[in-house]
Nanobody, 118 residues
Framework: VQLQAFGGGLVQPGDSLTLSCAAG????????MGWYRQGAGRERELVAV???????NYGDSVKGRFTISRDNAKKTVYLQMNNLKPEDTAIYYC?????????????WGQGTLVTVSS
């Protein structure tokens, strides 16, 4: 499975930005797609993830500002980011985890840079 992310860029504080990530290839029916990020000098952290069943989980720092959604038919996950802050500056990585009988796979996208600066 290949994950291709789109949508990073340079924005100002308070702006909005939408990231998308499309999975190429067949994916398992039971899966979780989402986003992690890594800022300079920081560890990779959870941003948001949504399961194939529709459950979502957000990192504490983005709750109330970011919204994750997905289009299962397109095997695509979206991250709507509102009220962006300089501390949101990071490389955002798309992630797919999937499960089947006696199998568990995890895939990472190449990352897309989001810079929030005035």
């Amino acid at each position: 499975v290949q994950l291709q992310a789109f949508g990073g860029g340079l924005v100002q504080p308070g702006d909005s930005l939408t990231l998308s990530c499309a999975a190429g290839g067949d994916i398992f029916a039971i899966n979780a797609m989402g986003w992690y990020r890594q800022g300079a000098g920081r560890e990779r952290e959870l941003v948001a993830v949504q399961t194939s069943g529709g459950s979502s989980n957000y990192g504490d720092s983005v709750k109330g500002r970011f919204t994750i959604s997905r289009d299962n038919a397109k095997k695509t996950v979206y991250l709507q980011m509102n009220n962006l802050k300089p501390e949101d500056t990071a490389i955002y990585y798309c992630n797919l985890k999937q499960w089947a009988v006696a199998q568990r796979n995890e895939f990472w996208g190449q990352g897309t840079l989001v810079t929030v600066s005035s």
